[in-house]
């Protein structure tokens, strides 16, 4: 066994969080996940191989002042990974920015007082550092989102403002661990649980109908399994330090589809339309005010643009290598027919 103090994760329920815990147990690690129900509640945690053994669930909200000072007790290290990650939410500062920001200060302030803590790895996202691809800018962590708001991209605002929040609490408080982000890209691949990540819900989006035609958009994607990695590889290199921006590869939407039709899913709502023109962008824009709020922003926001990313930094520090995302994108898909995610078009 690799040490005898627990590993905290925050939000062990989630998408990315389930796939730390499975990735740390593996490993050899002792683990203690906050969820927020009674441990009966996750069976896909506590039947992983060695949960019984090393995995310990505890409760704690991200809004509740002191809840998390239980969870980080004894614990060298901590991720941090709850958060609501949502959008075409009803109300941005109570459903989104609250919870990320409160939750944010609640953990940090319990790993100072739990005393023990050596290194905090964050979880924040390429929503911390653009919320809008520009044709000119090859995107590295250097850059911060300066453009969300309540609001514009709501949930890209609280991400920042989080991100924003833990890197101020290191620099004005001086605390005995250090901080290390991770900032992920569009997150996809197989789910531990039943539930439907917001992420892999675009894709069974874009195979539903959902929207008119093939949009000239491109997405950073990477697989969850690699951004549990990612996590890890973090925690474990002591020279870690600062954001790391976690993407495979950028993917226009118009290989999505090929690759999908290509694939044997063509039983499936796939787009057919072609407006990747100029013509059909500005269509697009038009369109856009027709989807959810949210939804409809990004597509104004970011279609007739190309999103470029720089990963050398994780590669280079971290040793970080990356599963092609045409893989990924494949078993997500089977993935999602498994749970019952996609129907066929009558
Ligand atoms: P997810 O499956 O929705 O997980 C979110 C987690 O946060 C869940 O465990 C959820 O608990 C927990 N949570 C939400 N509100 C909470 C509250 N008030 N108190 C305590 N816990 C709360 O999403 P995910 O994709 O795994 O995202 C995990 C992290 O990665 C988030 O910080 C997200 O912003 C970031 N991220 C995700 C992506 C992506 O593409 N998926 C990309 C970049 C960054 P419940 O299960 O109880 O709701």
């Given at each position: 066994m690799k040490t005898i103090t627990p590993i905290c994760v925050t939000g062990a329920s989630g998408f990315i969080a389930a796939h730390i815990v499975r990735e740390l147990l593996g490993r050899g690690y002792r683990v203690r996940g906050t969820v927020r129900k009674s441990a009966e509640h996750y069976p896909f945690l506590t039947n992983l191989p060695s949960a019984k053994e090393r995995l310990e669930l505890v409760k704690a909200d991200l809004l509740t002042a002191g809840a998390y000072d239980r969870a980080v007790e004894g614990c060298d290290y901590v991720m941090h990974t709850a958060s609501p990650y949502k959008i075409n939410v009803k109300n941005p500062l109570v459903d989104l920015v609250d919870p990320a920001l409160l939750g944010t200060k609640n953990i940090l302030k319990s790993c100072v007082q739990a005393g023990c803590v050596k290194r905090v790895i964050f979880t924040s996202s390429i929503a911390a550092i653009t919320d809008e691809p520009e044709s000119h800018t090859v995107f590295?962590?250097?850059?911060?989102?300066?453009t969300s708001s309540l609001e514009r991209q709501p949930y890209q605002y609280s991400k920042t403002l989080a991100e924003r929040k833990a890197w101020d609490f290191i620099m004005q408080k001086h605390p005995a661990f250090d901080l290390v982000s991770i900032n992920p890209v569009m997150v996809i691949g197989p789910s531990l649980s039943r539930s439907l990540n917001t992420t892999n819900a675009m894709i069974r989006d874009i195979m539903s109908g959902v929207y008119p035609g093939i949009m000239d958009l491109n997405w950073g994607f990477v697989d969850v399994r690699d951004v549990a990695k990612a996590h890890i590889l973090a925690m474990e290199n002591d020279a870690a330090s600062g954001r790391y921006l976690c993407s495979a590869e950028t993917m226009h939407m118009r290989d999505i589809v090929a690759l999908l039709k290509s694939s044997g899913f063509s039983k499936y709502a796939l787009p057919k339309l072609d407006l990747s023109s100029k013509a059909g962008s500005l269509l697009m824009k038009v369109l856009s005010f027709t989807q959810p709020r949210d939804t409809g922003m990004y597509i104004r926001l970011n279609v007739g643009r190309t999103m470029r990313l720089d990963n050398s930094k994780i590669k280079r520090e971290l040793g970080m290598s990356f599963m092609p995302v045409k893989e990924s994108l494949l078993e997500t898909v089977k993935d999602m027919e498994r749970w019952g995610h996609l129907v066929p078009k009558s």
């Open positions: 590295t962590e250097k850059e911060w989102n300066i």
